[in-house]
């Protein structure tokens, strides 16, 4: 079920990576967890209808970060997840990572106000061949504190 940002959540993206995982159709995938912090402050000072609107506006920036074949997800309120399909090498992952907690700590305008949040990245990696299941990718993935 889409979240309110209109992404897929949770169930769909451990579907989709046990899906390419084990359909062999990915050399490799990289997993960045993205937090979005400054949420709760931002919804105590504007309200319920800002936050939204700022979540919103950050799921858009995400997917332009996101190439055609990436998928996006928003897992949580303020937590978001891009899985790099077949990164040419780790320093892609780094690098998708990067781009996406720029684009998350860019101002975002909200009526008269400007609000300026923080993001954390946690990578995990995951080669062809390597027999681990969707969901400890997931985890591997979830140190973005």
């Known amino acids: 079920m ?19 995982r084990v359909g062999a159709r990915m050399n490799s995938m990289a997993l960045v967890l993205l937090r979005l ?50 990164p040419l090498h780790e320093g892609h992952a780094i690098l998708g990572a990067e781009k996406a907690v720029r684009v998350m700590t860019d101002p975002v305008a909200i009526g008269e106000s400007r609000a300026r949040l923080r993001a954390s990245a946690g990578i995990a990696l995951l080669a062809s061949g390597v027999a681990t ?9 979830g140190s973005c504190g």
């Open 2 to 20: 889409p979240t309110g940002t209109g992404l897929s959540g949770y169930t769909r993206l451990l579907r989709e990576i046990e899906t390419l």
């Open 133 to 141: 299941t969707a969901e400890e990718f997931l985890r591997a993935g």
């Open 37 to 86: 912090k400054g949420i709760n402050e931002l919804n105590k000072a504007l309200g319920y209808a800002a936050c939204d609107e700022v979540l919103n506006i950050v799921a858009g920036r995400l997917a332009g970060v996101a190439r055609k074949q990436d998928r996006l997800t928003q897992l949580g309120g303020d937590l978001f997840a891009l899985l790099i399909c077949n």
